[in-house]
């Protein structure tokens, strides 16, 4: 396995493989990495000849009030799960390599997409991140790259970008990864205390619970959801959004039609830690 840190090298890396004719896919990732990431990796080798991951905590999309600080980075352990993978190149840049030091002049603007869930939730959030993808999609050049559902408006906003910046790189999304309790994976889980532990799979049963409701027959949910927000509460949980939204436009819907599909997405927390968790529901 190679690990690149500098443009030059991943570059290098990425031409050496396309000039063998293997076809190259991309996932990118802030490291601590979990079974949701695994999940990605192997996606792309399915797709793939060669896999590329990079692992990169992009500081642009954390809040000033949010844990950049403390966002867990375990490298070493990263690295021996892509060693395991098999993955071929990890592309493992500091922030100098990534933003450089003069001052920058351009951002990308999110005109829609971006006013509910985690755009509506966390100001700055997902220009940070299109900006770095945006980036990384240059650097890197894959011909494929896997995102995870578990953050579906990412990917959303992202499918968007590449379409509107004429990005050569065709998306998948790889399915969520959880825990046997069903808890998405995620590297913020860490945080969680082992009471918290418990309980945090009560997202999921939530949003378990709504879709087999709206599976019932329950079209506008408003109540159902409002009820679902408040036994969230009950069990100690303070709640960001619940809601159905469009797959396409991201707003949320209060009256479902059958025949269509859904996100229905939620976002809670449970003392410092942020879980998010969706699930796609087709009437
Ligand atoms: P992150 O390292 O959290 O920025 O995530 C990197 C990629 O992994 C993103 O495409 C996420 O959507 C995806 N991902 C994170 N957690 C999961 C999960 N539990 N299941 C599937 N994909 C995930």
Avoid: W
């Avoid at 991309?26 to 590329?52: C, E, N, W």
Wanted: aromatic letters at 10%; a negative charge.
């Amino acid at each position: 396995m190679e690990i690149a840190k500098t443009i030059e090298d991943i570059r290098n890396q990425v031409s050496d493989l396309k000039a063998r004719g293997k076809k190259v896919a991309f996932v990118p990732t802030m490291g601590a990495l979990h079974g949701g990431h695994l999940s990605l990796i192997k996606m792309a080798r399915q797709y793939a000849d060669a896999v590329v991951v990079s692992i990169y905590v992009n500081p642009e999309q954390f809040g000033p009030s949010e844990d950049f600080g403390s966002y867990p980075r375990t490298t070493e352990s990263d690295l021996e799960l892509c060693e395991k993978e098999e993955v071929e190149v990890v592309f493992l840049p500091d922030t100098e390599t990534i933003y450089g030091s003069a001052e920058k002049y351009f951002s990308i603007e999110i005109k829609e997409l971006n006013d509910y869930l985690d755009g509506g939730s966390r100001p700055g959030y997902f220009q940070g991140i299109v900006l770095v993808v945006n980036k990384l999609f240059n650097i890197v050049k894959p011909d494929v790259s896997v995102f995870g559902q578990k953050d579906y408006q990412q990917y959303r906003i992202i499918e968007q970008m590449v379409k509107e910046f004429n990005h050569e790189t065709e998306l998948l999304m790889a399915p969520i990864g959880r825990a046997n309790d069903g808890l998405a994976l995620s590297s913020r889980n860490a945080y969680l205390s082992e009471e918290e532990r418990k309980i945090a799979a009560s997202l999921y049963r939530s949003l378990q619970y709504i879709e087999q409701q709206i599976k019932a027959g329950v079209l506008e949910p408003a109540l159902l959801l409002k009820h679902q927000q408040d036994e969230l509460e009950a069990k100690g949980f303070r709640n960001d959004y619940l809601a159905a939204f469009s797959m396409d436009k991201m707003s949320p819907v209060s009256k479902l039609e059958k025949g269509n599909q859904y996100v229905l997405a939620g976002a809670v927390y449970l003392g410092k830690t942020r879980l998010i968790d969706n699930i796609i529901i087709e009437i």
